[in-house]
């Protein structure tokens, strides 16, 4: 095949300094119908030269601060030094504001349609460190490359270019390539254009490479020879992917057998080599298999290689060779992908499970996850994010997506779509018409259009649901069975479509659990009524496979055998399990906990429905024992979550709750809050973290008279109305949060503010603002009752809203727990309480590191009082932000506090133990 631009390079690589010393000649056909007079260059390479980059930006969105702490030599950038044209006339060029990794250069004269351009240029390229996105140098001196050379971008009516956000989504035109490397004698080259020859110099060696039609040019120089290839009679897999006590002799088998299957389904590669590096394994990993350890893996030690070697043959044989834009377009990639990793196990694993070799074992496999097949967690992890209401269309551009839907839950749902598809249409229609899409367009700039076009050519059948509702849109598939009649040979039922949707569903007939019958029915818009043979049916079942990944699948059956038999078993299981649609599920988990030191231990069980995938009404109760208070305690709540779509206000949760445990020594408290909660988010930016939240609750709250006062509090009994609103954006470089909370009770009412601020700087400094005031609106308690009063540096916690490990200790250990609220300080003041208002300020920097200085200051008014300044100064060690911290106090209204008595007493720490709070730490990269 002709390819009409040319992209010729120079490259002598400076070990000693990480750099490449590039010339480069670029030749591009302008194929469009405009005229030129500016060109546009993406040099990802410089998208890591500063901590404002698109690239740095995505780091920080993720939590991942790798790259802002990271020193200066570990990052990377491009010092281009001249361009010039076909003249060896110089051409101005400049870096965008918005993509510093993209080069605007204004030619000398305009080129005309077909025409082309021919420039060169001499650059310097700085490699970062692999760290950040697996790409770069190693620590020991080694090169994985990939997007290391500029590369011109595609223009057909508009320009093509954006941003390195670690995506792996360079969109660039093919071209003829020809690489000469230089680089020192003791490194191995790899790469998958064609190597012409190598020459041996003094100190070096030059390879001189060459390949047509290639979009990608990765390159890897390696010390050690870790990269194998394996020829067979298609292309060969050039690889360092490897599987532990797996024969070299197996692995040819299996890459064969991969590459036979990739073969016959795709069609031929149009290339010798086809590279699948460990870089890809764990960037796009068969997620489930590779986090088991080995000595627990349940599955052949064959299998994984083959899985994964397969799934990333597949992605770069899509990549080598489908040019649609990856940013954009990617759901086609994605789907094809997995289409066809769904359909290798259903040729060559039919039978395999989930849960591999554990589904066997005696005690798991009586859960219903042991029962799933391996092809059905594509659906489920799909539907995971469709019940948590974080599904996005998979036409969203791929910078868009939250980094659990770019990596998981979007291409499942492209993959189980395309399935969906062809179990619609039938007759190997979509496989059939998938080759020839693939084989058509070939190494031709295309789209997802062309794809369609073709498609709908093959059928009769209506395709607009597919494309226009389950690919534009993120609306879920929802039906129900709603009626039947039965008379002696036939039924007459009608199903309701729960959703704004034209999508089919499959409508099963069964008898004693045997599938008799399988029909498709379309068109329903509300509710659609039809008349089938009875025949022998004793059950109907809506997607009786679960081929359609549909949202809620327990009103899809309706049995014939009376009105008692449509109600469903009841189904107890220990420990949570997978949503079993035909059966009434409760879960029972035994529970271990430490919640304070007056129960101690805490020892007991829960009941509850909730499964693996969140369902919208939940309900829980724990009784359980405390080993300390050698009493029972318990905690109960049932809640419901309307989900609410493609709107700001996504989420509102009505529920109740209660609780009954230890206050203090033999005292208890029960508490009973029913609430209201609205959730906010802009719909139009998923990956943004800013959140809203309006919060209405009542709290009654009925404790055990403390006849000896250990809590100071003389009115045992209360109830409380609480409004707060919510608003933050809790990022790495920029954080905030603030909210307003009014609180009604009988004797006293409150209003208050808080806000809360962090700013990561380039210098890595950090600085930390706080502020907050409250009011009393009015406080009918005496006045040296501070049970309800705003508290300068630790609350009461009348709420029982805070994980006190030790609420009620006023010395010791547990009184030195410290939760960041009202007040903010850190020292034990002489005044510590205010019944009539409060207004303070908390403030931090970095001094090195972990270490930041700290100061507090306020004003505190109480009744009969004049208002008293307050302000404490000190060291905090912040080693991980709201989770471990330690408070040193040195100086504050109270003198030299670290030359005083009993100093180990002053010290105060926050420390949380909540399993929910920890696992947000893990979570916030995903969502």
Same mark, same amino acid.
């Given at each position: 095949?002709?390819?009409?631009?040319?992209?010729?390079?120079?490259?002598?690589?400076?070990?000693?300094?990480?750099?490449?010393?590039?010339? !480069?000649?670029?030749?591009?056909?302008?194929?469009?119908?405009?005229?030129?007079?500016?060109?546009?260059?993406?040099? $990802?390479?410089?998208?890591?030269?500063?901590?404002?980059?698109?690239?740095?930006?995505?780091?920080?969105?993720?939590?991942?601060?790798?790259?802002?702490?990271?020193?200066?030599?570990?990052?990377?950038?491009?010092?281009?030094?001249?361009?010039?044209? !076909?003249?060896?006339?110089?051409?101005?060029?400049?870096?965008?504001?918005?993509?510093?990794?993209?080069?605007?250069?204004?030619?000398?004269?305009?080129? #005309?349609?077909?025409?082309?351009?021919?420039?060169?240029?001499?650059?310097?390229?700085?490699?970062?460190?692999?760290?950040?996105?697996?790409?770069?140098?190693?620590?020991?001196?080694?090169?994985?490359?990939?997007?290391?050379?500029?590369?011109?971008?595609?223009?057909?009516?508009?320009?093509?270019?954006?941003?390195?956000?670690?995506?792996?989504?360079?969109?660039?035109?093919?071209?003829?390539?020809?690489?000469?490397?230089?680089?020192?004698?003791?490194?191995?080259?790899?790469?998958?254009?064609?190597?012409?020859?190598?020459?041996?110099?003094?100190?070096?060696?030059?390879?001189?490479?060459?390949?047509?039609?290639?979009?990608?040019?990765?390159?890897?120089?390696?010390?050690?020879?870790?990269?194998?290839t394996i020829q067979t009679d298609k292309f060969s897999i050039v690889s360092n992917y490897t599987e532990k006590d797996l024969e070299p002799s197996k692995k040819a088998v299996i890459t064969d057998k991969v590459v036979q299957f990739v073969t016959k389904h795709l069609g031929?590669?149009?290339?010798?080599?086809?590279?699948?590096?460990?870089?890809?394994?764990?960037?796009?990993?068969?997620?489930?298999?590779?986090?088991?350890?080995?000595?627990?893996?349940?599955?052949?030690?064959?299998?994984?290689?083959?899985?994964?070697?397969?799934?990333?043959?597949?992605?770069?044989?899509?990549?080598?060779?489908?040019?649609?834009?990856?940013?954009?377009? !990617?759901?086609?990639?994605?789907?094809?992908?997995?289409?066809?990793?769904?359909?290798?196990?259903?040729?060559?694993?039919?039978?395999?499970?989930?849960?591999?070799?554990? #589904?066997?074992?005696?005690?798991?496999?009586?859960?219903?996850?042991?029962?799933?097949?391996?092809?059905?967690?594509?659906?489920?992890?799909?539907?995971?994010?469709?019940?948590?209401?974080?599904?996005?269309?998979?036409?969203?551009?791929?910078?868009?997506?939250?980094?659990?839907?770019?990596?998981?839950?979007?291409?499942?749902?492209?993959?189980?779509?395309?399935?969906?598809?062809?179990?619609?249409?039938?007759?190997?229609?979509?496989?059939?018409?998938?080759?020839?899409?693939?084989?058509?367009?070939?190494?031709?700039?295309?789209?997802?259009?062309?794809?369609?076009?073709?498609?709908?050519?093959?059928?009769?059948?209506?395709?607009?649901?597919?494309?226009?509702?389950?690919?534009?849109?993120?609306?879920?598939?929802?039906?129900?069975?709603?009626?039947?009649?039965?008379?002696?040979?036939?039924?007459?039922?009608?199903?309701?479509?729960?959703?704004?949707?034209?999508?089919?569903?499959?409508?099963?007939?069964?008898?004693?659990?045997?599938?008799? /019958?399988?029909?498709?029915?379309?068109?329903?818009?509300?509710?659609?009524?039809?008349?089938?043979?009875?025949?022998?049916?004793?059950?109907?079942?809506?997607?009786?496979?679960? /081929?359609?990944?549909?949202?809620?699948?327990?009103?899809? $059956?309706?049995?014939?055998?009376?009105?008692?038999?449509?109600?469903?078993?009841?189904?107890?299981?220990?420990?949570?399990?997978?949503?079993?649609?035909?059966?009434?599920?409760?879960?029972?988990?035994?529970?271990?906990?430490?919640?304070?030191?007056?129960?101690?231990?805490?020892?007991?069980?829960?009941?509850?429905?909730?499964?693996?995938?969140?369902?919208?009404?939940?309900?829980?109760?724990?009784?359980?024992?405390?080993?300390?208070?050698?009493?029972?305690?318990?905690?109960?709540?049932?809640?419901?979550?309307?989900?609410?779509?493609?709107?700001?206000?996504?989420?509102?949760?009505?529920?109740?709750?209660?609780?009954?445990?230890?206050?203090?020594?033999?005292?208890?408290?029960?508490?009973?809050?029913?609430?209201?909660?609205?959730?906010?988010?802009d719909h139009t930016d998923y990956r943004s973290n800013k959140f809203q939240s309006l919060n209405f609750r009542y709290i009654d709250i009925n404790k055990d008279e403390d006849v000896n006062n250990i809590t100071s509090n003389i009115d045992p009994n209360y109830s409380v109305?609480? #409004?707060?609103?919510?608003?933050?954006?809790?990022?790495?470089?920029?954080?905030?949060?603030?909210?307003?909370?009014?609180?009604?009770?009988?004797?006293?009412?409150?209003? /208050?503010?808080?806000?809360?601020?962090?700013?990561?700087?380039?210098?890595?400094?950090?600085?930390?603002?706080?502020?907050?005031?409250?009011?009393?609106?009015?406080?009918?308690?005496?006045?040296?009752?501070?049970?309800?009063?705003?508290?300068?540096?630790?609350?009461?916690?009348?709420?029982?809203?805070?994980?006190?490990?030790?609420?009620?200790?006023?010395?010791?250990?547990? /009184?030195?727990?410290?939760?960041?609220?009202?007040?903010?300080?850190?020292?034990?003041?002489?005044?510590?309480?205010?019944?009539?208002?409060?207004?303070?300020?908390?403030?931090?920097?970095?001094?090195?590191?972990?270490?930041?200085?700290?100061?507090?200051?306020?004003?505190?008014?109480? #009744?009969?009082?004049?208002?008293?300044?307050?302000?404490?100064?000190?060291?905090?060690?912040?080693?991980?932000?709201?989770?471990?911290?330690?408070?040193?106090?040195?100086?504050?209204?109270?003198?030299?506090?670290?030359?005083?008595p009993n100093y180990d007493q002053k010290i105060r720490f926050v420390f949380t133990v909540d399993p929910k709070s920890l696992l947000g730490l893990f979570r916030r990269k995903w969502y």
């Amino acid at each position: 095949m002709f390819c009409q631009d040319k992209i010729d390079i120079k490259a002598t690589f400076n070990i000693d300094f990480d750099q490449i010393q590039i010339n !480069q000649f670029i030749s591009y056909k302008n194929t469009s119908n405009d005229t030129l007079s500016t060109i546009y260059l993406n040099d $990802w390479s410089n998208s890591y030269s500063t901590k404002s980059t698109p690239l740095a930006k995505r780091f920080s969105e993720e939590y991942d601060g790798k790259f802002h702490f990271a020193k200066s030599e570990e990052r990377g950038f491009t010092t281009v030094t001249s361009i010039i044209n !076909q003249s060896n006339n110089s051409l101005s060029f400049e870096r965008l504001k918005a993509h510093p990794d993209i080069i605007k250069v204004t030619l000398e004269m305009p080129i #005309a349609p077909s025409e082309s351009y021919e420039i060169t240029l001499k650059y310097i390229v700085k490699i970062p460190s692999t760290k950040f996105t697996d790409y770069g140098v190693t620590p020991l001196k080694d090169y994985n490359l990939k997007y290391w050379y500029i590369t011109p971008t595609i223009y057909d009516g508009k320009w093509h270019y954006y941003s390195n956000k670690n995506l792996d989504d360079l969109f660039v035109p093919k071209a003829d390539i020809t690489l000469q490397v230089e680089f020192p004698r003791n490194y191995l080259l790899t790469s998958e254009l064609d190597l012409v020859n190598t020459t041996q110099n003094t100190n070096s060696q030059t390879a001189l490479l060459k390949g047509n039609n290639r979009v990608d040019s990765r390159l890897f120089l390696q010390k050690l020879p870790v990269y194998r290839t394996i020829q067979t009679d298609k292309f060969s897999i050039v690889s360092n992917y490897t599987e532990k006590d797996l024969e070299p002799s197996k692995k040819a088998v299996i890459t064969d057998k991969v590459v036979q299957f990739v073969t016959k389904h795709l069609g031929s590669y149009p290339h010798k080599k086809l590279i699948v590096s460990n870089i890809d394994t764990k960037k796009d990993p068969v997620y489930g298999l590779n986090q088991l350890p080995d000595f627990i893996r349940p599955f052949p030690k064959n299998f994984q290689f083959e899985l994964q070697l397969l799934k990333n043959t597949l992605g770069n044989y899509l990549d080598n060779t489908l040019l649609i834009n990856p940013r954009k377009e !990617q759901w086609l990639k994605d789907g094809i992908q997995i289409y066809f990793l769904i359909k290798y196990i259903e040729e060559n694993y039919p039978d395999m499970k989930l849960a591999g070799s554990l #589904a066997d074992i005696w005690g798991l496999r009586a859960f219903h996850a042991a029962s799933l097949k391996f092809n059905e967690q594509y659906s489920f992890v799909y539907m995971h994010m469709a019940r948590t209401n974080r599904d996005q269309p998979l036409t969203t551009s791929k910078d868009s997506l939250l980094r659990f839907n770019s990596d998981l839950a979007n291409k499942y749902k492209a993959g189980v779509g395309l399935k969906y598809l062809d179990d619609y249409i039938n007759a190997q229609t979509l496989e059939n018409t998938l080759k020839e899409f693939l084989k058509t367009y070939a190494l031709k700039n295309t789209d997802t259009n062309a794809f369609e076009t073709l498609l709908k050519s093959k059928t009769d059948k209506n395709l607009d649901w597919f494309f226009k509702d389950y690919v534009n849109t993120n609306k879920k598939i929802d039906f129900k069975i709603k009626s039947l009649k039965k008379t002696d040979d036939s039924i007459t039922l009608t199903i309701k479509n729960k959703r704004q949707n034209s999508m089919p569903v499959s409508l099963f007939t069964l008898k004693n659990d045997t599938v008799t /019958s399988k029909i498709w029915i379309e068109n329903i818009k509300n509710n659609k009524t039809l008349t089938i043979p009875r025949f022998d049916t004793n059950k109907l079942v809506l997607n009786y496979d679960n /081929s359609i990944p549909e949202y809620n699948l327990r009103d899809n $059956w309706k049995s014939l055998n009376g009105f008692l038999a449509n109600n469903k078993p009841l189904q107890l299981r220990l420990f949570k399990d997978v949503e079993d649609p035909s059966k009434t599920q409760v879960f029972l988990m035994p529970l271990i906990e430490y919640r304070n030191i007056y129960d101690g231990l805490v020892i007991g069980s829960k009941f509850y429905n909730k499964t693996l995938l969140r369902r919208g009404f939940n309900y829980k109760f724990a009784p359980s024992y405390g080993t300390k208070s050698k009493s029972f305690t318990f905690s109960a709540s049932i809640n419901y979550t309307q989900n609410i779509e493609n709107k700001d206000l996504y989420g509102i949760t009505y529920g109740m709750s209660g609780k009954y445990s230890s206050f203090g020594p033999n005292l208890f408290a029960r508490v009973i809050t029913p609430y209201l909660r609205f959730n906010f988010r802009d719909h139009t930016d998923y990956r943004s973290n800013k959140f809203q939240s309006l919060n209405f609750r009542y709290i009654d709250i009925n404790k055990d008279e403390d006849v000896n006062n250990i809590t100071s509090n003389i009115d045992p009994n209360y109830s409380v109305f609480n #409004a707060r609103y919510i608003n933050t954006n809790p990022g790495l470089i920029d954080y905030y949060k603030w909210f307003t909370d009014f609180q009604l009770a009988k004797n006293f009412g409150k209003l /208050s503010f808080n806000y809360e601020y962090r700013k990561l700087f380039e210098s890595n400094r950090q600085i930390n603002l706080r502020f907050f005031t409250g009011v009393f609106l009015y406080n009918k308690n005496p006045s040296d009752f501070d049970y309800f009063s705003f508290a300068l540096d630790r609350p009461t916690d009348y709420l029982f809203d805070y994980n006190y490990l030790g609420r009620s200790e006023a010395s010791g250990i547990f /009184s030195q727990q410290i939760i960041i609220a009202e007040g903010g300080f850190k020292s034990k003041l002489n005044t510590p309480f205010a019944n009539r208002w409060m207004s303070t300020v908390n403030f931090s920097t970095t001094l090195w590191k972990y270490i930041q200085a700290y100061t507090d200051f306020g004003l505190v008014k109480n #009744a009969l009082t004049p208002v008293k300044f307050q302000y404490d100064t000190g060291l905090r060690v912040n080693l991980v932000t709201d989770y471990f911290e330690v408070y040193f106090p040195i100086y504050s209204n109270l003198g030299w506090e670290i030359g005083q008595p009993n100093y180990d007493q002053k010290i105060r720490f926050v420390f949380t133990v909540d399993p929910k709070s920890l696992l947000g730490l893990f979570r916030r990269k995903w969502y």
